[in-house]
């Protein structure tokens, strides 16, 4: 090709899109499009993940060695309080509903927004002064109590920075609410015309669910806190026994929020894995309604089970009975998912990308963490493993090999949408397999350790354990840098991988009928839908391959 | 100016679309709030019901009278309220939902003033937790009882900040329905503002009997 | 000292109940490592049949089967609700204590154990049981909540400031086995731990009589009060002004205490409670919040809350206890010099 026939091909009109239609930085400050604030959720939380693992890394170390040699116990105490705190509140609640949900979820139904894009923008600076808050607590020496910062202990005897820790968990809290509020209201209201709830795609259901547990749980944690801010400001007795307060009082308002905030991390998580199986199995998800509704029976179910996290405390057996037999029935709905999941595999025609390999990941994570629930929710058993590294090991299956997995399926999958680039499916194979081999080294010695009995929140334990702890820290090293990597290739796709069609996987759903990336106000011709969704029979199955752009 | 003509913002198909949305959207945000409330109300029932005596006790050293004026002051506001959103309908009305606004936003600050004196008196009398707890006449359970008004004064503040708020935003749609601006949305937000107002009366409807009353 | 002997996994419970414990936990490792087999065998089985490029018959797939997922839902509804009834089951018998137990205080605080004896001897982050012997802890907290773990009996229980909860095991082997602290207490949590020896009944009797000098060795059996123990809390009923109505000789009408431990005790407002550890401590401290059927509201009685030690009050406790079998003979006479330590109520 001659150097003039390029100069006298007429290059074709740039085409706008949502990031390039306005470069000033106001609009990139006041932003009132769903996708400019979901990125910059996306920025935002990508930094809190790391802040959050930086104590993870040195609690990893200073478990190497049976004595606290690495850092006091006072250090350890608040650093394994950062990590819970960074890592639940800022990283995992908001994680998937505030990125994928914000940027995707108008664009799924067929919106040009969300209902309510001021309150949008507003969720996002709620929750960014709510990091700094809890930053600034970390200035002041961070925090000693555990993030369930159980009564007395926390404002009583705690000498440690609460207030603005309690305060920016507080007004973080409401970023959830606005979000909760803000989905609800554009699903119920702002479907285009065929989109019925029937036809909705499941991620779309599992936002539904969460939000539901935002605007219902998060005021309960909300006004928790602040009554515990009180105790602790004013020395009064609130929940503290010595002043007539009732400190399981505290432990049963915390825990009505925070066991469905697990939900939370795990129901989008388990949204975007029905749309990963059915994408890359080129397959109608098996059971829509069974998936579809599942997401919403464990919403509600999920709000009667938090005894189970006191089974303990000192509540009546019989209080502890009744929770116990609901834990073991919201294992149910999840169960179903899971069945249903393997069998839209069934019969398939798989195509293994990262994304799918970050599914069959989840779906093998989830299961055991799953089951291994089910022992938590077993009281005699339970009574010996409570406050052990099986509920460690437990809740980081749900969390890290759940949530985390789901998160990183679905920023591979929708990364083309969101910025127009493809990612390395090399790399991408090799941190997937990276992630899921160091997450489970890391993470299967804990169900050990849990029932030879090694309690959790400890700087130095008995020598015996030691082995399993060298094993767990060598898998953590590798899991961090099969997170590393992606950190490097995303940025890397952004100028070196080739540009992404509108639809680089053949994809059913309205997002993939927009540009990548999307325009300003998400399509060009607002869509219409007219059949049922993950309508793979009729995308033509004998085409050769996936398109690579 | 008929509905369908109204500009609408422009992720909304028409304004009768938008109008649920927001409808439904204020619900939702108050369905928040009735938990955010509830949360500390079931604290304040547990003690109550583990301290009947102390609470009872505690409750009596209250003025209800005090609080059946700020109740009167506040059903009051939520008539005028009433009046305003059924302004918001055209150009025309402008002046007459400007003067009621102002009306409710008045009596939304003279019951945060009546509450600052009954605080006052409260203080006075030793029944403030932390920072004057000598009550004149002692309690036969102080413990118990001081816990009584940390509730009373977490709830009522809580109330108040609801009101202050209220009162700020109010004052804001008075600017700007004063200025040229006053369009569609604004008048769509009124009305949604509306139902929070009514919200913050009923929220005091409830506290008023618990913490007065039934002592 | 004779090296710890470790639990290790799935093996060596040293407790009735953990034997128990240790059965429910294989049941469930049996039916996690099914599921987690079957799942695995089906995606595995999928990847390399049905790959894109693989030629496989995908005639018939079907996207959805309402009598597969009920057929699904209801079995594993069925294999829940049996994997929690078997662990409920276990559960109440960790929650209640044989009536033949040997009672020992346990008080926590940061961050170290206390444990009393009930010959009055203390331990401070050490206990020693007899085997065999079924052992009730009686446990508070003087500041923050702790947790009191001992993995290889498989039992623990929340120790809580300003009430008593209670765990009880029996050991079934002799040796050492570790206490935890398993609740979050503050800086240092993680040294606050212990050792529990479990002795042969002659080993625990020979350590018991060789009470280091400071301490009075003081006969008397487990789960009994000795002679002098029992003058201890005695005086402590009658300085505590209790005597004042609660004898049957008084002319103030008050619930009869003896034998009223461990019984169930119908209440004014028609519940019944059992007469425990708990129950007798907040009847003490807060006599109005639990009143017998037939006696006034509000109680006569002056409420105790802050005016006793919680060694004052285990002793009211325990002595409580001590008279489940009626009072003894000189006791219904109240002594010329006890004053009550409180005016009388008025009516």
Known sequence: ?549 | MSEAEMPVSMQFDDAAQEHEAATLGMWTFLATEILFFGGVLMAFTVYRRLYPEAFSQAGHRLYPWIGTANTGVLLFSSFTMALAVHEVEGLARRNRLVRYLILTALLGATFIGVKAIEYYIDYREGLMPHFNFHPVEPFEHPIQSQLFFVFYFFLTMLHATHMIIGIVIMLFYVGRTRRADYAHDLRLKIEMFGLYWHFVDIIWIFLFPILYLIA | MNLPQIPYFLSHSASVTGERVDFVFGLLIVFATTIIVIVLAMVLFCVTKYHRHRHANREGAIDHSTKLEMFFATVLTVIALTLFAWAADVYADISRPPADTMNIYVVGKQWMWKLHQPNGREEINALHVPVGQAVKLIMTSQDVIHDFYVPAFRVKQDVLPDRYTTMWFTATKTGTYRIHCAQYCGTDHAAMIGWVYVMTQPDYQKWLDAAPANQPAIAGTPGTVGAPMATQLRSTFNAMGCIACHVPTSSVRAPRLDGIYGQAVKLQNGQTVAADEEYIRESILFPNAKISAGYPQPSLMPSYNGQLSEQQLRDLVDFVKSIRNGWPADATTQPASAEPAKDEPKP
Request: proline share 6%; charged share 10%.
């Open chain 1, 1 to 549: 090709m001659s150097e003039l026939q390029k100069t006298i091909e007429p290059s074709p009109p740039r085409r706008l899109n949502y990031i390039n239609h306005d470069w000033s930085v106001a609009s990139w400050l006041w932003p009132k499009d769903h996708k400019r604030i979901g990125v910059m959720y996306l920025v935002t939380i990508t930094f809190l993940f790391f802040l959050g693992s930086m104590p993870a890394i040195l609690i990893r170390l200073e478990l190497l060695t049976p004595k606290a040699h690495l850092v006091t116990h006072d250090i350890y105490n608040r650093l394994f309080t950062m990590h819970g705190v960074t890592m639940v509140f800022f990283f995992l609640i908001p994680s998937i509903p505030t990125t994928f949900g914000n940027i995707l979820l108008p664009m799924m139904i067929g919106a040009r927004d969300l209902a309510f894009p001021k309150l949008n923008l507003a969720s996002y600076y709620v929750f960014l002064i709510g990091a700094i808050l809890a930053m600034v607590s970390l200035v002041y020496g961070g925090v000693d109590t555990g993030w369930t910062f159980y009564t007395p202990y926390s404002t009583t005897f705690s000498n440690s920075a609460m207030t603005p820790m309690i305060f920016g968990i507080f007004i973080a809290g409401f970023s959830s609410i606005f979000t909760g509020i803000n989905f609800i209201v554009t699903i119920h209201t702002m479907r285009c015309p065929g989109m019925y709830w029937s036809r909705l795609p499941l991620f779309v259901w599992s936002l539904y669910a969460t939000s539901l547990i935002f605007i219902l749980g998060t005021p309960v944690l909300a006004i928790t806190l602040l009554l515990l801010a009180a105790e602790h400001a004013f020395g009064v007795g609130i929940f503290n026994p010595a002043l007539g307060g009732d400190p399981l009082l505290y432990q049963h308002l915390f825990w009505f929020y925070s066991h469905p905030a697990v939900y939370i991390m795990i129901l989008p998580g388990m949204g975007v894995v029905s749309e990963l199986i059915a994408t890359f199995s080129r397959k109608r998800i098996f059971g829509y309604h069974f998936v579809a509704y599942s997401s919403v029976a464990i919403a509600i179910l999920g709000f009667l089970v938090w005894g189970h996290h006191m089974f303990v405390s000192g509540q009546s057996m019989y209080a502890g009975m009744v929770f116990s037999v609901l834990s073991f029935l919201v294992a149910v709905p999840s169960a179903i998912k899971v069945f249903n999941w393997t069998l839209t595999l069934y019969k398939g025609s798989l195509v293994l990308k990262t994304p799918l390999l970050y599914a069959l990941g989840f779906i093998g994570l989830f299961t055991i963490g799953g089951l291994t629930g089910l022992f938590l929710a077993a009281m005699g058993v339970d009574v010996h493993v409570h406050d052990t590294y099986f509920v460690i090991a437990h809740f980081h299956y749900i969390m890290v090999g759940g949530a985390m997995m789901a998160y990183l399926g679905a920023m591979h999958y929708w990364w083309p949408k969101i910025t127009g680039r493809m990612y390395p499916e090399g790399w991408g194979v090799f941190s997937a397999v990276l992630v899921f081999f160091g997450f489970n080294l890391t993470f299967f010695p804990q169900f050990v350790l849990g029932y030879m009995g090694m309690v959790r929140r400890v700087a130095e334990y008995d020598a015996h354990f030691q082995v399993l702890n060298v094993l767990s820290t060598a898998g953590a090293s590798i899991l961090g840098v099969g997170y590393l990597l992606p950190l490097g290739y995303f940025f890397w796709s952004l100028r070196w991988e080739p540009k992404a069609g509108p639809n680089p996987w053949n994809a059913t759903g309205l997002e993939w009928q927009s540009p990548s990336p999307p325009p300003e106000l998400n399509f060009e011709v607002m869509p219409t839908v007219n059949g049922p969704p993950y309508d793979y029979d009729t995308v033509a199955l004998h085409e050769e391959g996936i398109k690579h752009v």
